[in-house]
Nanobody, 129 residues
Framework: VQLQASGGGLVQAGGSLRLSCAAS????????MAWFRRAPGKVRTFVAA????????YYADSVKGRFTISRDNAKNTLYLQMNSAQPEDTAVYYC???????????????????????WGQGTLVTVSS
């Protein structure tokens, strides 16, 4: 499975940006997907996840109400709509896919980086104040 993230760039605080992640080499609709990010000098952290059906989504508290994760299984593409961006959202954003598309128990396992087997190369988002 290959994942190609795009859409990063420079945005002013309060602005919006939409990230995309194009998947190839596997059955996209059979995989749970997620976005993680790594801010400068910090560890990688969870941002948002979506189950393979798109029915259930999960968000980090820091982005809840501002970011929306979605997927288009017909286009093999994952999205992250970022609204009301803040300087603390500055980071390299990575998309990730799991191998099995299973339902996790507890469901919050989908927020763990160790759950995911395939990673994109990252796209840089810079939010200026």
């Amino acid at each position: 499975v290959q994942l190609q993230a795009s859409g990063g760039g420079l945005v002013q605080a309060g602005g919006s940006l939409r990230l995309s992640c194009a998947a190839s080499g596997g059955t996209f609709s059979n995989r749970n997907m997620a976005w993680f990010r790594r801010a400068p000098g910090k560890v990688r952290t969870f941002v948002a996840a979506i189950e393979r059906s798109g029915q259930n989504t999960y968000y980090a508290d820091s982005v809840k109400g501002r970011f929306t994760i979605s997927r288009d299984n017909a286009k093999n593409t994952l999205y992250l709509q970022m609204n009301s961006a803040q300087p603390e959202d500055t980071a390299v954003y990575y998309c990730a896919a799991d191998r099995t598309g299973r339902t996790y128990s507890p469901p919050t396992r989908i927020t763990l980086a160790s759950t995911f087997n395939y990673w994109g190369q990252g796209t840089l988002v810079t939010v200026s104040s």
